[in-house]
């Protein structure tokens, strides 16, 4: 598969997972980023450019979906994919360790971005601490490994065959 077909479709197939995740496998009402994983993986394994592009696109179709201040979401990940695309080649996305720090790291600080923008947008910045600051990354650590190694069996299956 070709990088034009490849790219689309992984961002087609991953949002639909994200959708699909929400709806029906969530934790005490929380469920784990998956498009915020998704980036991290994306943005260590491409570098910054990718990570950014990813996560500006998901970003922007959440931000779309209204689950937060509009353009939040966007400005968040397209800074998380950037942050974490500059680890390229300096993390391997292969080890447990590395996904569950990498994780946890990006995640609170995810949900510490959308509570400082709820604050400052006069938003309801209590729904984004304390359950969402412990469960979420706790969440998402527990699901990195396994989403990881997806995303890792899904990149050499479709990209790196060229």
Known sequence: MN????????????????LW???????LGFSPR?????????????????GECLGFLWGLLLDLAGQSHF???TFLLTAVGYSCGVLRGKIDETI????????????FLFILGLFFLEVLFGGEP??????????EPLLAG???PLYFF?????????YERN
């Not at 990088?3 to 994200?18: A, G, H, K, S, Y």
């Open 71 to 73: 353009g939040s979401q």
């Open 150 to 158: 997806i995303l890792n069996r899904w990149y050499k299956l479709g």
């Open 21 to 27: 995740v929400q709806d029906f496998f969530s934790f």
């Open 34 to 50: 998956l498009l915020l994983l998704a980036t991290l993986f994306f943005a260590v394994k491409e570098g910054p450019l990718t």
């Open 3 to 18: 990088r034009f077909i490849f790219w689309p479709l992984t961002f087609i197939l991953i949002f639909v997972l994200n």
């Open 126 to 135: 209590g729904r984004f601490l304390v359950w969402n600051s412990l469960l």
């Open 96 to 107: 447990f360790l590395a996904q569950i720090s990498l994780v946890w790291g990006a995640s």
């Open 142 to 144: 527990v699901v990195a």
